[in-house]
């Protein structure tokens, strides 16, 4: 059962330049206590998306229409304070750059009891104790609470707001490319956290990330996005196992594989669309190899596809060969690396 739907959700920024369709008409269901991951290139929507959701839009944004649904509850439907009574406490949000969120001038500890104190109602003692607690479950020490952001590492500060952001309990939390700027090893000790405290806590987790490795790590089901749009959704297993979407195809043969060992990567050829301008068509079909003259003038809706998965292009149904033609691809291409280097 979902607890986070959005649905037909268009969202657009006016800017000196115009007006940039940052969503357009975006579709997606986050179910009760799984992981979902969302997934594309920098620019797509992802974060414009996430910000629509907990209602923290800039003021040049301006939501066109669709519904974000919690539970039930169109929250867009509501008013400011009927909003903000959902912020934090039932839906809460791990932002991209962790350093901006936290005061420099102000102990990381007091600003995890102001929070809690203002949106929870708890008086400092209760504040005290929970803030040690949840430090505690992201592994940090009790006396960090008393440090200041800058004496604390990347990694440090990234666990200090994944504790603000579980400070009210809330049932569902955003984490929007939680590991950015983190090194590898790092990196995997926060997803892990993060994993751990999601099953614990049986929480329904939304991960934005441009990294598909981090989804298929951590996530349960996947939804990738394309310039604004959903192009394909699934399970985990499914998407990344048998892509019924070019662009998803494309991202899978442009990360490094274990299981391939070392051999050269296969970039998505060209750039994502300029949103302020009008699109025609399937906004992929420029850079996709597997174009045909109806992507030029249709854009493709987001429909059932094989395997349980949804996707939207015009050839979805003859996926398994295109596959097979991707792979012959990049089968040619790893022979020539290998030929070069003998």
């Known amino acids: 059962m979902a607890q986070l739907e959005i649905e037909d959700l268009t969202i657009q920024y006016q800017t000196s330049h115009g007006f940039v369709h940052a969503v357009r008409g975006v579709t997606l269901a986050v179910e009760r206590g799984r992981a979902m991951g969302l997934v594309g290139e920098s620019g797509c929507g992802k974060t414009t998306l996430a910000r629509a959701v907990i209602g923290v839009l800039p003021k040049n944004a301006a939501i066109l229409g669709g519904t974000v649904r919690f539970d039930g509850e169109d929250l867009l439907a509501l008013s400011a304070d009927a909003q903000n009574a959902y912020r934090w406490r039932r839906i809460a949000m791990v932002p991209q750059a962790a350093m901006d969120s936290l005061d420099p001038v102000y102990r990381v500890g007091d600003q995890m009891i102001e929070t809690m104190q203002l949106r929870g109602g708890l008086s400092r003692e209760q504040a005290r104790d929970l803030s040690q607690r949840l430090f505690a479950q992201v592994g940090l020490e009790s006396s960090r609470t ?197």
């Not at 700027?181 to 929480?203: F, G, N, S, W």
């Not at 959704?233 to 274990?258: C, D, E, I, K, W």
């Not at 291409?333 to 280097?341: F, K, V």
Request: hydrophobic letters at 45%; aromatic letters at 6%.
């Open 146 to 342: 008393r440090l200041y952001p800058h004496e604390l590492s990347g990694g440090m500060k990234q666990r200090v707001v994944i504790a603000m952001a579980l400070a009210l309990s809330p049932q569902v939390l955003i984490a929007d490319e939680p590991v950015t700027a983190l090194d590898v090893i790092v990196q995997h000790q926060v997803l892990r956290i993060l994993r751990e405290l999601q099953k614990t806590l049986h929480l329904s987790l939304l991960l934005i990330t441009h990294d598909i490795s981090v989804v298929a790590d951590l996530c349960d089901d996947v939804a990738v996005m394309y310039a604004g749009r959903i192009v394909e959704t699934g399970s985990v297993r499914q998407v990344f196992t048998a892509p019924q979407h070019p662009y998803t195809m494309g991202l899978r043969n442009a990360f490094p594989s274990l299981r391939a060992g070392a051999g050269p990567l296969v970039p998505i050829e060209g750039f994502p669309p300029d949103l302020a301008r009008p699109l025609q068509g399937c906004a992929f079909a420029p850079r996709c190899p597997f174009v045909v003259d109806r992507c030029w003038t249709e854009d493709p809706a987001l429909l059932p596809a094989a395997g349980g998965q949804a996707s939207a292009c015009h050839r979805a149904s003859e996926a398994a060969l295109l596959r097979t033609q991707a792979g012959e691809a990049f089968a040619r291409l790893s022979a020539t690396h290998l030929g070069s280097t003998q």
